[in-house]
């Protein structure tokens, strides 16, 4: 497994970007399909974005679509998200997540083998 550390969390109005990062430590980061997920309270762990091992193949939810960014720079171990056009509802804890091998977004949020602590995005109106 590699281990995550997510950065880049906090506060921002309506309508702004924000930009997260994950760092991965460990040798196979390049092996690993990434995901972004979000919890917010009351609310089921939502994946909102997804990248294969290569970067070949991306995935969004809807609620997300048009307005996230997901990349990855193997040589940095890293993965982002770019967030832009914010809305209120996108308030939660945001988790970065890894899952060995994978090409494709199962469609479980579960469906992860290494987990981030998670970073709290803050979006006010």
């Known amino acids: 497994q590699v281990q995550l550390v997510e950065s880049g969390g906090g506060l921002v109005q309506a309508g702004g970007s924000l930009g997260l990062s994950c760092r991965a430590s460990g040798r196979t980061f390049s092996s690993y399909a990434m995901g972004w997920l979000r919890q917010a309270p009351g609310k089921e762990r939502e994946c909102v974005a997804f990248?294969?091992?290569?970067?070949?193949?991306?995935d969004y939810a809807d609620s997300v679509k048009g307005r996230f960014t997901i990349s990855r720079d193997n040589a940095k171990n890293t993965v982002y998200l770019q967030m832009g056009s914010l809305k209120p509802e996108d308030t939660a804890v945001y988790y970065c997540a890894g899952k060995y091998g994978s090409s494709r977004y199962s469609g479980d949020p579960t469906d992860f083998e290494s987990w981030g602590q998670g970073t709290q995005v803050t979006v006010s109106s």
């Open positions: 990248i294969s091992w290569s970067g070949g193949n991306t």
